[in-house]
């Protein structure tokens, strides 16, 4: 069964088409509807690559310096440590399909807390944690590395992903916005 989530502050919408848990690690795969506006900062991933396909509007991504424009039907995919960025920068929505290799519990899991966040007013009006622990434990969670002038946090989170740790705070975020999902799986 797809389960779908709502940033109710920033108005994204995810639905899990395909979890790690339900595909044994092999797969995630998302379908995204992406605000005018909405995106991510520069980062890359350790872990996974993300494979996006456009099925209606214009996704914009950055990647090896070079601005794409992605429309209905065409794909790309961003390999492990490739620094990227995706954006909506048209005045409609974008829907497309992200594919995750291999699957990751923690990506998923890092996008219902960031919305949970959302819907519990605990996020600024660009949909961002006003906490800094959140946010590190969802950057960690979700395997998003900063790149670029944001590299510079990477130490400052690591310290703030211990206390986290260490302090009962990830465990917290965790069992608020992530158990009800087994349900769905």
């Given at each position: 069964?797809?389960?779908?989530?709502?940033?109710?502050?920033?108005?994204?919408?995810?639905?899990?088409?395909?979890?790690?848990?339900?595909?044994?690690?092999?797969?995630?795969?998302?379908?995204?509807?992406?605000?005018?506006?909405?995106?991510?900062?520069?980062?890359?991933?350790?872990?996974?690559?993300?494979?996006?396909?456009?099925?209606e509007g214009?996704?914009?991504?950055?990647?090896?310096?070079?601005?794409?424009?992605?429309?209905?039907?065409?794909?790309?995919?961003?390999?492990?440590?490739?620094?990227?960025?995706?954006?909506?920068?048209?005045?409609?929505?974008?829907?497309?399909?992200?594919?995750?290799?291999?699957?990751?519990?923690?990506?998923?899991?890092?996008?219902?807390?960031l919305y949970?966040?959302?819907?519990?007013?605990?996020?600024?009006?660009?949909?961002?944690?006003?906490?800094?622990?959140?946010?590190?434990?969802?950057?960690?969670?979700?395997?998003?590395?900063?790149?670029?002038?944001?590299?510079?946090?990477?130490?400052?989170?690591?310290?703030?992903?211990?206390?986290?740790?260490?302090?009962?705070?990830?465990?917290?975020?965790?069992?608020?916005?992530?158990?009800?999902?087994?349900?769905?799986?």
């Amino acid at each position: 069964m797809n389960q779908t989530i709502i940033n109710p502050v920033i108005k994204d919408q995810v639905t899990f088409t395909q979890t790690a848990a339900a595909t044994n690690g092999r797969i995630t795969t998302l379908q995204v509807t992406l605000m005018p506006g909405g995106g991510t900062p520069m980062h890359y991933h350790k872990n996974f690559s993300e494979t996006f396909v456009v099925a209606e509007g214009i996704l914009t991504l950055t990647l090896k310096g070079r601005t794409l424009h992605l429309t209905a039907g065409q794909k790309l995919t961003v390999e492990k440590g490739q620094a990227h960025r995706f954006s909506n920068e048209a005045a409609g929505p974008v829907v497309f399909t992200t594919v995750v290799l291999p699957g990751s519990e923690g990506f998923e899991n890092a996008l219902r807390i960031l919305y949970g966040l959302a819907g519990d007013q605990q996020t600024d009006k660009k949909g961002v944690p006003k906490s800094l622990l959140a946010l590190a434990v969802i950057s960690k969670i979700s395997d998003m590395r900063p790149a670029g002038a944001g590299a510079l946090m990477i130490p400052f989170f690591g310290l703030l992903n211990f206390i986290a740790g260490i302090s009962g705070f990830h465990r917290t975020l965790v069992n608020r916005y992530c158990k009800k999902q087994e349900a769905y799986d």
